[in-house]
């Protein structure tokens, strides 16, 4: 399984960006997937997550702001991001486990070493 990130970028306070992950392997619908993040000086942080059911799960700090969904026939993760602070500043991962859903996963997504596959990371840099 390879995962590759794309869209980030730079915007302003307010702006909004659009994630992607794609998804190199088999049986991607049967995979729990999720977006996570890291902060300089931080630790790596779950930002929302997708069940093989389809069940949702988000971070509080983002809840109403990202929407995670997923294009199965693409075989692509995305991330919307609206109204961007700049505490969302960070690395974004694109990160898999072939298990329907990891332990955790409906509490804040679970701990990132569940997930056995991790994307490079793209950067999103909002500025005030």
């Known amino acids: 399984v390879q995962l590759v990130e794309s869209g980030g970028g730079s915007v302003q306070s307010g702006g909004s960006l659009k994630l992607s992950c794609k998804f190199s392997g088999y049986h991607y619908n049967s995979y729990c997937l999720c977006w996570f993040r890291q902060a300089p000086g931080k630790e790596r942080e779950g930002v929302a997550g997708?069940?093989?059911?389809?069940?949702?799960v988000y971070a509080d700090s983002v809840k109403g702001r990202f929407t995670i969904s997923k294009d199965n026939a693409k075989n692509t993760l995305y991330l919307e991001m609206n109204s961007l602070k700049p505490e969302d500043t960070a690395m974004y991962y694109c990160?898999?486990?072939?298990?329907?859903?990891?332990?955790?996963?409906?509490?804040?997504?679970?701990?990132?070493?569940?997930?056995?596959?991790w994307g490079q990371g793209t950067q999103v840099t909002v500025s005030s």
């Open positions: 997708v069940d093989s059911d389809g069940t949702t």
């Open positions: 990160a898999a486990d072939r298990r329907g859903v990891v332990p955790g996963f409906f509490i804040l997504l679970g701990e990132d070493s569940e997930y056995s596959y």
